[in-house]
């Protein structure tokens, strides 16, 4: 069975900083994308950052120049720099892998981020 396990989400004060990292049990160099999503309360679960196989990266606009997506192949681990962190960012962030084929769409437990004013 395959797992994407979240971690490093926690508290921190507007404008600091925090590192996600998703570790997969599934080879992350040759799934199409890993992504990064984002859901806060009552709202739907929205794009953060997708990084496809071929190195190619895709950001909200709302993330731009403030967040980073990456991965280390090695570790098979996909990480989110979350920096200049705002209130709004607040959410449960969850890890992602899509691949057309083999088909599949796996996602993670979740890591929830908060950011106090």
């Known amino acids: 069975q395959v797992q994407l396990v979240e971690s490093g989400g926690g508290l921190v004060q507007a404008g600091g900083s925090l590192r996600l990292s998703c570790v997969a049990s599934?080879?992350?160099?040759?799934?199409?994308?890993m992504g990064w999503y984002r859901q806060a309360p009552g709202k739907q679960r929205d794009l953060v950052a997708a990084?496809?196989?071929?190195?190619?990266?895709n950001y909200a606009d709302s993330v731009k120049g403030r967040f980073t997506i990456s991965r280390d192949n090695a570790k098979n681990t996909v990480y989110l720099q979350l920096n200049s962190l705002k209130p709004e960012d607040t959410a449960v962030y969850y890890c992602n892998a899509r691949n057309s084929v083999p088909t599949y769409n796996y996602w993670g437990q979740g890591t929830q981020v908060t950011v106090s004013s």
């Open positions: 990084l496809t196989a071929g190195g190619l990266t």
């Open positions: 599934l080879n992350i160099a040759t799934t199409d994308s």
